[in-house]
Nanobody, 121 residues
Framework: QVQLVESGGGLVQPGGSLRLSCAAS????????VRWYRQAPGKERELIGT???????DYVDSVKGRFTISRDNAKNTAYLEIGSLKPEDTAVYYC???????????????WGQGTLVTVSS
């Protein structure tokens, strides 16, 4: 069994910063791309960016400059750092990853349950 768990969300004041984690656990063989998404109230889920197994990152234009994605392969964990938080960053943040379990012969996409970030004074 493979699980992804996001953590690090909470209530943050505007202008603050936050680091979210996406931790994979279970019978992990290897992890390829990790993706971060967010879903604001009443809106569709949107892609924020990605990080490859080698650490190469890519972001959608709307978040460039304030969002930083990274990963620690030894810890099977990816991170999303958000700076200069704005009320419009309020959303549930999700990660997914292409993971090949030890018992599996191919990569599958696994999703976490999400972590809520609320930006408010």
């Amino acid at each position: 069994q493979v699980q992804l768990v996001e953590s690090g969300g909470g209530l943050v004041q505007p202008g603050g910063s936050l680091r979210l984690s996406c931790a994979a656990s279970g019978s992990i063989g290897s992890t390829n791309i990790v993706r971060w998404y967010r879903q604001a109230p009443g809106k569709e889920r949107e892609l924020i960016g990605t990080v490859t197994a080698g650490g190469t990152t890519d972001y959608v234009d709307s978040v460039k400059g304030r969002f930083t994605i990274s990963r620690d392969n030894a810890k099977n964990t990816a991170y999303l750092e958000i700076g200069s938080l704005k009320p419009e960053d309020t959303a549930v943040y999700y990660c997914n990853a292409d993971i090949k379990a030890q018992w599996d012969g191919r990569y599958r996409v696994y999703w976490g349950q999400g972590t809520l970030v609320t930006v408010s004074s």
